[in-house]
């Protein structure tokens, strides 16, 4: 074979100009375009959600708040790695820094950032546990961690419980008090033997409720109308709660006047007990029945009913997919039309099947359902009923709006499971027109684990340490074989 001839390299040829101008070219029109490219993605770019969880997906009510708040928003994560919630939390909160260019996130390891830590301790005046700090204008909201995980009780005994995370829930409600003049007062009233707010008991207390009450920036009080002269101005939200016995006279009229004045009320009333307040109800058009709601396909051990909210109002609208359950509860009925004009707006908020029926005689041996005597379902055991301005005129009225449930035991410490939390903190937040807070209902926390023995793990060490190193060396071997066989 003759011998190659030796390479010159005097001068350049023009072609080989026009080569390397070509190439210089051709980059920089590159870089132009990606810088291009990069730009406009910047202006008008969409995100999209590919991963399994839901924890990072904002609801419309948030991205709403989000885009309503001008002033910058600082948040103050002071969590561990190690917390159950640390990943979902971290997740959550860069969505809703990418959502808003006013919100500035700073995470501190109390572990790793002790300076740092007892800085903010001293600056926030926190109490030294794990917490994010939101901060709007000098005012701040802090969530503490404890409250981002909840353990929701089973519907079945043999369900095993459910792990929820509160996130945007409590991010949320923490953006939208700070952006609030006030926080809304809730009072309980007391005196005739009612749930009470303070009670740790687990089949009677309210304590847990009246925690996830002020996880949403309430204040919770106690109100004794006995001792009162009228219900305070400052009530936001008047509850009773399970009454187990009659209000007297000038206690109704109390909650007449407040109702007449554009009071909320939520009333929670048990079955087979006389409250005093039925013919007040049925000024609002409610009539409340001296009787047991059962319904045979909707329960387990015939105590219980399972009820799935209506879809047409705001309260169980984001609830479909949820039951809660009530434990005996008593109906709810509309009134008879009597053709007012301003006749209050009724509307069911949950009810039992066309299988169940409301009994009139539950401490009959055999229960079932007698023609002529008992209802018919679907019959409602919770109501929302609003009264506003007459309808075609146009006049800037705060409506009174009430919420009447059949049971009291569903918000009982020991009876939040399924829905029942949800159920009661939509009805406060549509009482008190927070119509922002009501669809962010918990994610549930799903338990995603890998496990392997140890022969799969030695087989994926050595696919991956050992398998994929020589994959890439065995190619790049084999290309430069194939170079040096090239004439």
Not at 317 to 346: T, Y
Not at 421 to 444: G, H, K, Q, V
Not at 450 to 464: D, E, T
């Amino acid at each position: 074979m003759a011998p190659r001839p030796p390479r010159t390299t005097a001068g350049f040829h023009p072609w080989r100009i026009a080569l390397w101008t070509n190439l210089v070219a051709g980059i920089l029109l590159a870089v132009a375009l990606v810088a291009m490219v990069n730009y406009l993605s910047g202006r008008h770019y969409a995100r999209f959600h590919w991963q399994r969880s839901l924890f990072a997906q904002l609801s419309k009510r948030s991205l709403r708040l989000l885009e309503s708040v001008s002033s910058g928003i600082r948040v103050v994560v002071l969590l561990r790695p190690t917390h159950a919630a640390y990943a979902s939390t971290t997740e959550l909160l860069r969505e809703y820094a990418a959502r808003t260019p006013n919100l500035t996130l700073e995470f501190v390891d109390p572990d790793r950032d002790m300076a740092r830590t007892e800085q903010l301790v001293r600056q926030y005046r926190l109490d030294g546990g794990e917490c994010l700090v939101f901060e709007i204008g000098g005012r701040r909201q802090t969530v503490p961690a404890d409250a981002l995980v909840e353990t929701v009780a089973p519907l079945a005994e043999t369900d095993a419980p459910r792990r929820t995370f509160r996130g945007e829930q409590l991010f949320t409600s923490a953006i939208y008090a700070l952006t609030q003049a006030a926080r809304p007062a809730v009072f309980f009233t007391q005196g005739h033997g009612e749930r009470s707010p303070v009670d740790f008991d687990r089949r009677t207390g309210y304590s847990r409720i009246a925690t996830r009450l002020r996880d949403e920036n309430l204040d919770v009080e106690l109100l004794h109308l006995g001792e009162a002269q009228a219900v305070p101005n400052r009530c936001a939200l008047l509850v009773v709660a399970g009454p187990a016995r009659e209000f007297a006279p000038f206690e109704i009229a109390m909650v007449r006047d407040y109702l007449d004045r554009k009071g909320r009320l939520l009333l929670l009333l048990d079955a087979r007990v006389k409250t005093g307040l039925e013919p007040l109800l049925q000024e609002w058009g409610a009539l409340v029945g001296d009787d047991v709601v059962l319904d045979d396909s909707r329960t387990l051990s015939g105590r219980e009913l399972y009820v799935t909210g209506s879809p047409n109002h705001p309260i169980t609208a984001p609830l479909q997919d949820l039951d809660a359950v009530l434990f005996l509860p008593r109906s709810i009925r509309p009134r008879p039309a009597d053709g007012s004009a301003d006749k209050p707006a009724f509307a069911a908020l949950a009810a039992c099947s066309a299988k169940g029926w409301a009994e009139f005689d539950p401490d009959d041996a055999t229960v079932d359902f007698d023609r002529g005597v008992d209802i018919a379902g679907p019959v409602p055991v919770a109501v929302a009923i609003e009264r506003g301005p007459v309808p075609g005129v146009r006049v800037q009225i705060r409506p009174t709006r009430l919420v009447v449930i059949g049971d009291s035991d569903f918000a009982a410490n020991g009876g939040l499971m399924g829905a029942n939390a949800d159920l009661f903190l939509n009805s406060a937040n549509w009482l008190l027109e927070r119509e922002a807070l009501i669809d962010l209902t918990p994610t549930t926390l799903a338990d995603m684990r890998l496990v392997m023995n140890a022969r799969q793990l030695r087989a994926l060490f050595a696919s991956v340490v050992l398998g994929l190193p020589g994959l890439a060396a065995a190619l790049g071997l084999g290309v430069a074989l194939l170079r040096r066989k090239r004439p």
